[in-house]
Nanobody
Framework: QVRLVESGGDLVQPGGSLRLSCAAS????????MAWYRRAPGKQRELVAV???????AYTDSVKGRFTNSRDNAKNTVYLQMNSLKPEDTAVYLC???????????WGQGTQVTVSS
């Protein structure tokens, strides 16, 4: 059973930074394509950042230049460094995994990020 556990969400002031972590277990992490989604109140779930099994990354336009996605295969963990946070970044951030071989998809429970003064 694959399990994804996010952490690092918090209340932060505009302009501040946070680093989210997603620890995976029960899978061959190095072959997984990982992604971060977010779900803001009253809005649809949005894809924020992707990091493929080869380490290549992609970001939605609203976070480019502010967020950085990285992975540590030795620790089975993916990170989302978020800088210059804005109130519109407030959301539950969800970790997503897709197995690069069998295509199975998994979700974490999410971690709350609130950007407010």
């Amino acid at each position: 059973q694959v399990r994804l556990v996010e952490s690092g969400g918090d209340l932060v002031q505009p302009g501040g930074s946070l680093r989210l972590s997603c620890a995976a277990s029960g899978s061959i992490f190095s072959r997984n394509h990982m992604a971060w989604y977010r779900r803001a109140p009253g809005k649809q779930r949005e894809l924020v950042a992707v990091i493929a099994s080869d380490g290549s990354t992609a970001y939605t336009d609203s976070v480019k230049g502010r967020f950085t996605n990285s992975r540590d295969n030795a620790k089975n963990t993916v990170y989302l460094q978020m800088n210059s946070l804005k109130p519109e970044d407030t959301a539950v951030y969800l970790c997503h995994s897709r197995d690069g071989v069998d295509g199975n998809v998994y979700w974490g429970q999410g971690t709350q990020v609130t950007v407010s003064s």
